[in-house]
Each structure stands twice: as structure tokens, then as C-alpha cells.
């Protein structure tokens, strides 16, 4: 039976809205009211996978911006800064995240990601709904090496490792205090009342994050919420006529990153497909029409990667939460090029597992680099390994997994 409605705040880039906005949609469906919350630049995004949106202004310019300057240059470079850069970007997203906070009614439901986890928990202290925080990586607390994104700072000693781990849950976790601050001085909440808690669900295929003994009690790892699939999606021209004239092209693409780059990055991508003689696909400079150059790179416009991967040779990307899993659910070799935030455990995990080659950082990423990249993956080495570890992470449908926990601890009277 439907229930109360559900609000999701994800906030953040695609890799945050997207896994909420498809289990809105799940929601909806279902016959609940389901509204996501968001930053404006991902209503279109929200609205398709059939939820309500409540936008909350325009803001990955000013992150843009902020990542040119000097905080985030060191984030670039340190990526224990990398929280101080995302807590100063939602600072300015405050007021307008505590006018959506108001509008959420008693008796709702809150499920939010990490980066606006805090606020929600503020509202839980105020208007007692209850509240679950989805994770997309391994952020939470643990001595165990593989089960947390910054492992490769561990220094082997447990009780060292997790304290040095339960802070960086608390920096993560507590990312939207400026909203909580704003929101608690609005309803006369004291900053010191005992926090509110939370269901907290890790929404990760445990292929690529191992399960860890030592997490937080009552953590339920579900698995990668991914859209469904349906047959339906057919590649369009030039993309089409590309994938058949050919070898098995391999998708190189940086997710949001990819605009910065322009045509520099195009350019750097034709030279490498060159020198490695690979057929390459990779998203269309903005602006720009999609086409073929040299009969070995065809821009495409953005396409869905669950169905498009499953059809090329290997996926170079970024690092992000969404396209390692998609990459890892195709069962071909993928390599990534790290540049902030969990990229970097992605691509340690995916050359651990032994899909891909080691990675390489993106800075560090020239022509001769990503041709050796486009040569590794396309030699065969990887092919068995990444049907196999592919095989493994499709075992759970993490969408319907993290819906039944919805349904089960949110949705009861």
C-alpha cells in the first residue's frame, strides 16, 4: 500500500542525483509522492526517470570556479582538502537548501545522500521524519584496508586506522552543517541536542567495495543503483554506423569533467587513437555537432552507459561511482584517470580486480599514456577477468535491493 511521501536530497554532481532519481522514479511508480531535490542544472534528469523535482539554484559553475582557485588546486593535489572544498561549495547552497528542508511535511520519509546528510538529520531533530543516508563509495568506518577510499593512507595499524577512518566520517557525513545551521536557527533547535540517526545504506556492489567486519552496526550494503534496461535504447547515427564499420570501439569519456577539457582533451584523444591505431568513442565537445574523425573517433552525445558499454571494447572514464559500476556490470575492461574525491579507490579496485591495467592519473595523462591505455585494454589480457568480475556485480539488482530496504524500514506505520 502507498504510504506517506518520500523526499530525496541529493545534492551534488550527476553521480549523486542520478541513483536517487531512479529509486524516486521507483517510488513514484509504486503510487508514493516522491520529489527530489536538487541543484537546478539536473531537473530535466530527474523529472525523466518520472519523480518531482524541487530545484535549489544553479551551482556547479560556482564549484567550477571554485575548483580553479587556490583551494582547489590543493584538492587537486590533497585530496584529504577535498572535503573543505565540497563543504565550502554547499555553504553557498544553505538558504536555499533549508527553504526546500521547510517544505518537506511531517509524517514524510527523507532519504539523502552523504554530502547533504547532516541537514537532513536536523530535520529529523525537528520534525521527526525519518531518515536514510545512501552512500556511493566507501566512506564509512573501518581498519580494513580495501573497504575504504583513502586505505592507501593506512598506516597497518587497526586501532590508528579506524580513528584516522571515523574522522573522515564525521568531516564527509557532516558536509551540509552550514544548512544545518541555517535550519536549526530558524526552528530554535539547539546546536548541542543529541543527534538524530539515520538508516544508512550502502548502495555499492560489493565486488568493487569488499564488506568490511568493522563497519558501523546496522550498515546494509545493497548493491549499485543502476537504471533498468529494456531492450529499447537503439545507438543513433553517427554512433550507429560507427559500431559497424568495425573492431569494437573503447568509450573514453571524464563524466563531468569531460567540458573542461574542450577541445584540447578532443585533440589529445584523436592523437592518441592515432599512435594505438584503436577505435575510440568519447562525448561530443560542447557545442558541437556529433561526428567521425579519421575514421577512428566518433563523438556521440550522451548515451546511457549500461546499455552502450556492453557493446565496446573497454571504458576509460574518470573514476566516478556511477560509470566504474556501469563499466564494471558490462564485463569489459575499464581502466580509470583519477583526478579527485573516491576516483582514486576506483581505480586502485578496478586494477586490483584485474579488469584493467594500473591507472593513470589525470594529470599525468599525455598522448603516449592514453594510447598505452587504449593498447592495454584492447589486447585481450583483461577480456575473461572483467566478464567474470562482471558476472559477480550483476548478481543483485541494487535498485530493487535499496527500494525493498525503503519499503522495509521506512514505509512501515
Known amino acids: 500500500m502507498p504510504g506517506g511521501p518520500v523526499t530525496f536530497v541529493a545534492v551534488g ?25 536538487a541543484i537546478d542544472e539536473y531537473a530535466d534528469l530527474v523529472r525523466g526517470h518520472g519523480a518531482g523535482f524541487r530545484g535549489i539554484g544553479s551551482a556547479l559553475h560556482h564549484m567550477e570556479r571554485m575548483s580553479r582557485g587556490w583551494l582547489g588546486q590543493l584538492a587537486f593535489r590533497t585530496p584529504l582538502a577535498q572535503p573543505l572544498l565540497l563543504r565550502r561549495w554547499l555553504a553557498g547552497l544553505a538558504e536555499p537548501l533549508a527553504d526546500a528542508l521547510d517544505e518537506v511535511p511531517p509524517g514524510s520519509s527523507v532519504v539523502t545522500g552523504v554530502a547533504s546528510r547532516d541537514a537532513a538529520l536536523a530535520l529529523a531533530q525537528q520534525r521527526g521524519v525519518r531518515v536514510a543516508t545512501v552512500l556511493h563509495t566507501a566512506v564509512l568506518p573501518t581498519a580494513e584496508r580495501e573497504s575504504h577510499l583513502e586505505g592507501r593512507r593506512f598506516w597497518g595499524r587497526p586501532r590508528a586506522d579506524r580513528a584516522f577512518t571515523d574522522w ?31 538508516a544508512l545504506w550502502l548502495a555499492v556492489d560489493r565486488v568493487l567495495v569488499p564488506t568490511a567486519r568493522d563497519w558501523p552496526g546496522g550498515v546494509v550494503q545493497t548493491a549499485a543503483i543502476r537504471p533498468a534496461l529494456d531492450g529499447s535504447w537503439t545507438p543513433p547515427d553517427p554512433l550507429a554506423a560507427f559500431l559497424a564499420a568495425g573492431p569494437r570501439p573503447v568509450y573514453v569519456g ?8 574542450g577541445q584540447r582533451w578532443l585533440q589529445l584523444i584523436v592523437d592518441a587513437a592515432r599512435q594505438a591505431g584503436r577505435r575510440v568513442l568519447t562525448p561530443a565537445v560542447p557545442g558541437t555537432q556529433p561526428g567521425v574523425i579519421d ?25 566516478g561511482a556511477g560509470t566504474t559500476a556501469a563499466a564494471l556490470r558490462a564485463g569489459v575492461p575499464s581502466v580509470a584517470v583519477p583526478a579527485v574525491f ?6 586502485h579496485r578496478l586494477h586490483v580486480l584485474g579488469v584493467g591495467p594500473a591507472p593513470v592519473r589525470l594529470p599525468k595523462l599525455s598522448q ?15 577480456d575473461e577477468r572483467a566478464q567474470r568480475v562482471g558476472e559477480q556485480a550483476r548478481i543483485v539488482d541494487g535498485t530493487a535491493a535499496t527500494l525493498a530496504e525503503l519499503n522495509r524500514t521506512m514505509c512501515a506505520p
Open 168 to 198: 573522515y566520517w564525521r568531516q564527509v557525513s557532516g558536509l551540509s552543517r552550514a544548512t544545518s545551521a541555517v535550519f536549526r536557527a530558524r526552528h530554535g533547535l539547539p546546536t548541542s541536542a543529541q543527534q538524530a540517526e539515520d
Open 254 to 261: 571524464l563524466g563531468s569533467l569531460n567540458d573542461a577539457g
Open 295 to 319: 575514421d577512428l573517433v566518433c563523438t556521440i552525445r550522451p548515451a546511457p552507459h549500461d546499455a552502450l558499454f556492453p557493446r565496446l571494447a573497454g571504458v576509460i572514464h574518470h573514476g
Open 342 to 347: 573516491d576516483q582514486y579507490y576506483h581505480a
Open 13 to 37: 554532481s550527476r553521480g549523486d542525483v542520478e541513483p536517487l532519481a531512479i529509486l524516486a522514479g521507483a517510488v513514484a511508480a509504486g503510487g508514493r509522492a516522491a520529489t527530489v531535490v
Open 368 to 382: 603516449v599514456r592514453l594510447a598505452g591505455l587504449l593498447t592495454a585494454l584492447t589486447s585481450g589480457d583483461h
